[in-house]
């Protein structure tokens, strides 16, 4: 019953006071831009039929692997780490705020930390799925009015731009549907449980430049143990031979979730409630 | 409820915050901690609370060892300096918030304990447009207002002109003739030389006199 109240506390709370409503009118802003700027290029390259998917694949879909090579400087994916580092920074902050202002209060009435923790956990998972929502929303909104094709395969031109060379983007422009929409939400959820558990640990702002670091380095490097390269349609392993298996990636973020929340738990027990000033 | 140190150390990052502490709260009496700032006596009030366990010793509240045995005292108010409550919520919206946790008390009792602190008139105002005094006051209000057989208050004559000031003493003896175990904490010397059956002084995170 304590723990129905802290969730109700932080989903409405939470989720709905003032500074909130300033992100997500951020993040709208944000993905309006995206999806007005593909709109632009699909113009520019006279393609006459398009789909949702390519605006997915456009926004969600990450970059190819990179392999360092003289005159190949590294190029960051910013839609794709803007997305991911954005949505960390507006769930940075929370869950101190709230410890040093009801929050602790909240605990000592309710005569456990568990169910502060939790429901700290669900907000967490609340707000990332609800800026999906929005950005999702956005884009589909945006791509309604270009007239875009309801469809998540990608189209071959899409394929062509950003996959160019050997690749079976073409092929397996169906497969990828959940890499474009599922697994970006999935890594992103999976990080900021991670980097909430590191605020246990660390100062917020140390845990948000590991978060960055995490998602940079997926860019980077190719690698089945850099969680971020899940989120990334591009590096699947049904375009690329040596890309990284969605299914693998779904059992990876679960496990960082839970694995974070139990941790987090745990660590939350023996967690010295203090203000700024102690 | 009595609250006993025992040997108590708590170390926070490099420092030793409290240092080997001992000492004991009687039931139904008003302990007065007195120090300057960083003293410990903060500290002290949050291991009582259960908001820190210590590093070393025990802190035990009615027989019941805080952080092993129990994790909160289960009949505690608490009003730690700068109290810090919603913004866009009222006075009245905020301990309601607060009172919900248990649904102890309702809307009678909340009125209540916003009338003993004089912020009843203040009740529908935005706690982000109150002063520093009456959110003092609400501070005070939310240790209250459930009747703890524990309260700790925490430099809560901070930001009062003189009415202020009475109104706290005259809440804090009500609340000993109540049956509470208090634990007050204060810069001005006269204040606690008023209430306090018992002074501890803190330097250092070490009692320097009892």
């Not at chain 1, 992100?23 to 995206?34: D, H, P, T, V």
């Not at chain 1, 990080?191 to 948000?208: F, H, I, N």
Request: charged share 15%; aromatic share 10%; hydrophobic share 45%.
């Amino acid at each position: 019953m304590k723990l129905c109240n802290h969730i109700r506390f932080d989903l409405t709370y939470g989720l709905f006071r003032r500074e909130m409503w300033g992100k997500y009118i951020i993040w709208l802003g944000f993905f309006a831009l995206a999806s007005l700027d593909f709109a632009g290029e699909l113009v520019s390259i006279e393609a006459t039929q398009y789909t949702y998917g390519d605006y997915l694949l456009r926004i969600f879909g990450g970059m190819r692997e990179y392999v360092p090579a003289p005159g190949e400087p590294f190029e960051i994916p910013y839609l794709w780490l803007i997305n991911h580092v954005g949505i960390l920074y507006f769930t940075l902050h929370y869950m101190h705020d709230d410890l040093e202002g009801t929050g602790w209060q909240m605990i000592l009435r309710s005569g456990n930390r568990t169910g502060w923790w939790l429901s700290k956990c669900v907000w967490n998972a609340a707000v990332v799925v609800g800026l999906y929502l929005i950005a999702w929303g956005t884009v589909f909104l945006l791509a309604g009015l270009n007239h875009a094709v309801w469809s998540f395969g990608i189209s071959p031109f899409m394929a062509e731009i950003m996959a160019p060379g050997p690749c079976q983007l073409i092929s397996a422009s169906w497969q990828v549907t959940l890499e474009i929409t599922i697994l970006p939400l999935l890594a992103t959820l999976a990080v900021s449980q991670v980097q909430m558990l590191l605020c246990l640990m660390l100062r917020p702002a140390v845990s948000y430049v590991v978060s960055i670091v995490l998602f940079l380095s997926s860019a980077y490097k190719l690698s089945p143990f850099l969680p971020g390269n899940y989120a990334m349609a591009l590096r699947s392993d049904k375009i690329i031979s040596n890309g990284v298996s969605q299914m693998t990636g779904i059992e990876i973020h679960l496990f960082l979730i839970l694995a974070s929340v139990v941790l987090g738990n745990l660590l939350f027990q023996k967690y010295n409630i203090l203000n700024k000033e102690d | 409820m009595p609250i006993i140190f025992d040997r108590v150390t708590k170390v926070i990052g490099k420092h030793k915050v409290i240092d080997q502490v001992s000492c004991t709260m009687q039931t139904g009496s008003i302990t007065g901690l007195k120090g300057i700032n960083g003293s410990g006596k903060t500290m002290m009030m949050r291991l009582i609370a259960g908001l820190i366990y210590p590093t070393e010793g025990q802190v035990i509240v009615d027989g019941k060892s805080v952080g092993k045995e129990i994790s909160f005292p289960p009949s505690l108010g608490i009003m730690l300096e700068n109290p810090s409550f919603l913004n866009p919520y009222s006075g009245y919206e905020n301990l309601k918030l607060l009172a919900g946790i248990n649904h102890k008390i309702f809307a009678d009792e909340i009125d209540g304990a916003l009338s003993r602190v004089g912020l009843l008139e203040n009740k529908d105002k935005a706690y982000k447009k109150y002063s520093l005094g009456m959110k003092q006051r609400l501070g005070i209000a939310a240790a209250i207002m459930e009747r703890p057989a524990i309260l700790l208050l925490d430099e809560p004559t901070n930001s009062l002109d003189e009415s202020g000031v009475e109104l706290v003493k005259q809440i804090v003896q009500e609340e000993k003739a109540r049956g509470a175990t208090v634990v007050l904490s204060c810069h001005d010397a006269s204040v606690l030389a008023d209430l306090a059956d018992e002074i501890i002084a803190i330097q250092g995170g070490k009692i320097a006199e009892a």
